[in-house]
């Protein structure tokens, strides 16, 4: 199992970078929520702070369970 803060910091990280490749299932729920989170900034358009901590809780659920 992976560390989830630095998962969510990985993803939020290459989420801000146009150039990454958006993620597989090989990359943890934290990541790959992240990075949504990165892309949907720089794309002007933010997820909602309540939608998105729902969903980071929702994430760190997921991989306990994995």
Do not use: L
């Amino acid at each position: 199992m992976t560390d989830p803060e630095s998962d969510f910091a990985s993803g939020y990280r290459d989420g801000r970078d146009p150039q990454a490749p958006a993620p597989n299932a090989n990359r943890s729920n934290a990541y790959r929520h992240s990075f949504e989170v990165g892309r949907a900034e720089i794309s002007g358009q933010p997820i909602p702070a309540a939608r998105s901590r729902a969903a980071a809780e929702e994430a760190v659920r997921k991989d306990a369970a994995a």
